[in-house]
């Protein structure tokens, strides 16, 4: 009686991890890739007219038709390139947005500002002609600040008062780590742009939970308003990545594309990664963070280990945390409009200080809470 009980339970205990094996399978075979996910485009296509091709990197197009690109910079140092297949001289204009003209410029003829962060390209075509503009930077490489907001949520009593420092101060840039709207609505992500045209700097965003939209929708709506949910970018001897978590879980193309981007960062002096959720959750009992398995948290710690990141950027909880797991220090700052919880129940925004080989932070209140 009591071997057939013990094979009982030991088939039962064999169901049971069969049945988590397969689930673990399917869950496996779900963050593959994402629905939401869109990675970036290198480059981006565009045609402004017909037989002419806008070839942006770094970027991605608004709108184009009538011999005109309208784009928008989501890496520091873009590059434009205009080809024409026509035979007849063809105009090609290219208006390109969010632009750090306070520490880079384009080289070659033809561009000139339109604003205090947009260049408006322009290139008289002969038949075959290719025309090319880089940005470079301009002064030095090695000294510069960028702020870090998280979760504004649709409120923009924070957002208004980065605005406002940025164009006073004038930051390499400013992101802003997710959940930018607070129900999932696309209007909220069509609103919050239009604020965000205020930012004279360069103003890079990441999707978070509250940004994906409803059923149906994926990440197009986010992506159609402000490009890639995961990307990379460089400046002088530093590196930054963006990833998307936002559903609490980093897919496998994600995480190779990650390994890929780090290594090929390898000799950088700083490299900060982003993401809207952390990668744990620092209270005990609680655990409003990225899945730790299946969802690639551990793989991805893994990579930030290996690679030497500096700091691991993240929001999604509504307070101010700063800790050092595995060697890589993690701050995690959600102060950006959401509801406030403790130890640090106020409205904030983070400033980072990079000078050299010397990186400092600080947090900037806003108001006197939520």
Known sequence: MR??????????????????????????????????????????????????RVLLEGCMVDSAGGGYVSARAVSLLPVVRIESAAASPRRAQV????????????????ASEAGPATLRFTADLAPGERREWRLTPAGQTDAFTFFVVGDTQGRYEVLERVIADANREKPLF????????????????????????AFNVPYFTMLGDHDLARPGLGGDQYSAAFGPTYYAFAFGNARFIALDNAAGYVSRRQVRWLRRTLAAGAGAAHTFVFAHQPLFDPRRGEHHAMKPLIGGAEAVGALLKRHGVRVFFAGHIHSYYELVRRGVTHVITGGGGGDLKSPFPRLHYVVVNVRGADVRWEVRQVGGGG
């Open 95 to 110: 208006a390109l947005s969010n632009l750090a003209l306070h520490r880079a410029r384009a080289e070659g003829p033809g």
């Open 3 to 52: 071997r057939g009980c013990a094979l009982t339970r030991t088939a039962a205990a064999v169901a049971v991890l069969i049945a988590l094996g397969l689930a673990a399978a399917g869950v496996a075979r779900r963050v593959q890739t994402k629905p939401h996910e869109k990675p970036p485009a290198q480059p981006w296509v565009a045609m402004p007219a017909p037989d002419v």
């Open 174 to 197: 400013v992101i802003n780590l997710g959940d930018l709207a607070a129900y999932n609505m696309p209007v909220e992500l069509r609103k919050h742009r239009e604020a965000a045209a």
